[in-house]
């Protein structure tokens, strides 16, 4: 399966602790995104991070990407209750315009 | 921006029944719809991508005939499982891309499908 892995695959925290969530990917690609999902609901975007990027900041998201190593992590700050979902890594495929979705970590942030 | 509508939200029913899936863009024009199934605790999974105006391309192992997807237009996409069946219970999600390189997908907030 050319399906990305996520570890680890769930994660409970304390609210104000910070969440990593790392992403790894087999094939070559034109950007990597990170979405959200809370239960039984649609995906939101949080960010794209494009292959020649090396890091990106969107509020307290922080997300790294290396491919030598077809990896990625998104690193969410000072972490809230509302926070919990499941998050998703999802690469697009060079040459195509289709997703390949991480196996998801599931985050449960503890009020 | 970039919402993506999706309906219906939940559909209840009996086994042989079709069922028809809306997405729409609502804000922007959508070259490219996708439709995922997603079960239980697991990740997306792609069934199709379907470009405005020709025939969607499936995923292998997904049967053409019994999901049929129609792009009538850069704004509207449609799924029909057709005869649905128990197996064919599950959440499904669309997305819809704009034009461009590194686009985001955004996603409508998925259909519910439970078949009796």
């Known amino acids: 399966s050319q399906q990305g892995e996520e570890d680890p695959q769930a994660l409970s925290i304390q609210e104000g602790e910070n969440a990593t969530m790392n992403c790894s990917y087999k094939?070559?690609?034109?950007?990597l995104q990170w979405y959200r999902q809370n239960s039984g609901r649609g995906l939101v975007h949080l960010i794209l991070?494009?292959?020649?990027?090396r890091e990106k900041h969107s509020g307290r998201l922080r997300v790294t990407l290396d491919t030598s190593k077809k990896s990625s992590s998104l690193l969410i700050t000072a972490s809230r209750a509302a926070d919990t979902a499941s998050y998703f890594c999802a690469t697009e495929t060079s040459g195509t315009y289709k997703y390949i979705f991480g196996t998801g970590t599931r985050l449960k942030v503890l009020a | 921006g970039a919402v993506v509508s999706q309906h219906p939200s939940r559909v209840i029913c009996k086994s042989g029944t079709s069922v028809k899936i809306e997405c729409r863009s609502l804000?922007?024009?959508?070259?490219?719809m996708f439709w995922y199934r997603q079960f239980p605790k697991q990740s997306l999974m792609l069934m199709a991508t379907s470009n405005e105006g020709s025939k969607a391309t499936y995923e292998q192992g997904v049967e053409k005939d019994k999901f049929l997807i129609n792009h009538a237009s850069l704004t509207l996409s449609t799924l029909t499982v057709t005869s649905a069946h128990p197996e064919d219970s599950s959440f499904y999600i669309c997305?819809?891309?704009?034009?461009?390189?590194?686009?985001?997908?955004?996603f409508g907030d998925g259909t519910r499908l439970s078949i009796l």
């Open positions: 804000d922007f024009q959508a070259t490219t």
């Open positions: 094939t070559s690609i034109n950007n």
């Open positions: 997305s819809a891309r704009g034009m461009g390189g590194n686009q985001p997908q955004h």
């Open positions: 991070i494009r292959s020649n990027e």
